[in-house]
Structures are given as structure tokens and as C-alpha cells.
């Protein structure tokens, strides 16, 4: 079998408030739906990061539930309100949320200085890291300058849309990983993302973490085996195994 760990996938309880965003409500995805419709690919999962999405906005209640049930190696990574608590953010660090997430891209407008506070404050005070969801084709030289000053911060989807794939390798030979997530959604085709994981692999061996992107909300196809498929293509077996698991384990855990 070969060893995942899901660095990215949304859990949709019916038990929990959602809210609905640019017009769009997703179906519910529960813990069993989710360990059942990997099954059956021959992947043995050995952790993941639950994201919260657009969707669940600055909702923390389900993250107890479906933390507990997905047990060992497994963390959250959740949206914050700024004016959020110290106490409860430690709080949070308890149930197992590990990361903070940057929704720029689904409309969550926070200014620069709102996202370097915030980020600079959770990792002050349990040392989490922040992930950006955002359209890399735009950001313009102040972003580009505050990401390279937080602390420990992670881009998602290959950034979306298509740019400079000298952008991307800046990332990550500054130790700024990338999620090779959502390859439904992103703004690349399927043969242009297996030449970019190759690329960017020789940039940075421990810069791309692999994540299903699971239940794939708003994504032209639903992640499958062929996903993992993909990486192996790219990369052959042994250093395939690099951006599948063992990078991101090295992340989050």
C-alpha cells in the first residue's frame, strides 16, 4: 500500500454550522465518508491536516468531533476572527489545531498587517504555522516581502492560478512549502503539474506536500488514485515518498 499523509481535505459535519459563501453551500463529508472513499485506492494513511473552509468561517465547534474520531497524527487548521482570545487559542491548541489559514482567495479580505499580527501571535503563543489560500499570479511586492517575514507560513493549491514558476521555487528554497493539492481546481493541467512537482522537487526535496483536497468543493474533478499516480509518475517511487508522507509529517507533526 502505498503511505499518504493528507496534508489537506475539509471534514462537513451535518451536526455543525455552516455558512454560505460567494453562493455556495457544500454537501456534508463526515469522518466515515471520507476513511471510505479512500479505502478502496491502497492508500494507507498514516495522518492529515483537517482545513477548515469558506464555508465554516470562523467556526471552531466541529473541530473536537472530527479530530477525536480521525485520532493519531491527525491536526486542524482553522480560520480565526482577529480580535480571538489568547485563551482561546490555547484552547484550540488543546483539541489539536496546529495551523492557521489566510482564506484570501474565497473573500476573507484581511489587510497585510491584520494577517503578520495574527500569525505572528498564534506562533508567540503555541507555535502554529499559517497557511495562505490565495491567487499567487497577484501578489504584488508587499505580499511577496510578508511572506518571507512570518515565521512559518506554507502556500496552498500550487497557489491556484498559473505564474512565474520562478515565483514558486522562491518559495521553497525559502522554506516556504507548497501543497500539490487540488489538482481539480488549480489553474494547470495535469501534464503541467507533474513537470512543475518535478521542478520544484529539484529546488527543494522538502518544499511540496501531497494532500487530497477531499471532498473537492468547487473543483472541476474529484480527487482519485490517479492523484498519487501523478507524484509516482513525476517522481519514481523512492523520492515520491518525500512529497506523499514523509514531508508532510515532517510539517505538521
Known sequence: MQKIFDSHFHIISPEYPLVENQGFLPDFYTVEEYRK??????????????????FQGFDQSYFEGALAKLGKNFVGVTQLDPHTSDEEIKRLDSLGIRNIRFNLF?????????????????????????????????????????????????????????????????????GVPIRVTGFGRVDYSREEVQQLICELYQENAQGILFGTDLPSTRARYRFAAQDVQLVLDALGEEKAQDVLYRNGMAWYL
Not at 472513499?37 to 469558506?54: D, F, I, K, T, Y
Not at 516581502?145 to 507560513?153: D, E, G, M
Open 37 to 54: 472513499e479512500l479505502e478502496p485506492m491502497n492508500l494507507e494513511l498514516v495522518g492529515g491536516a483537517v482545513v477548515s473552509g469558506s
Open 106 to 174: 474565497r473573500g476573507f479580505n484581511s489587510t497585510l498587517q491584520e494577517i503578520e499580527n495574527l500569525a505572528n501571535r498564534v506562533h508567540g503563543l503555541c507555535g502554529w504555522k499559517t497557511e495562505l489560500y490565495l491567487d499567487a499570479s497577484q501578489m504584488d511586492d508587499d505580499f511577496l516581502s510578508l511572506v518571507f517575514r512570518l515565521p512559518k507560513v506554507s502556500i496552498d493549491h500550487l497557489g491556484m492560478r498559473k505564474c512565474e514558476v520562478e515565483r514558486l521555487k522562491r518559495f521553497i528554497s525559502s
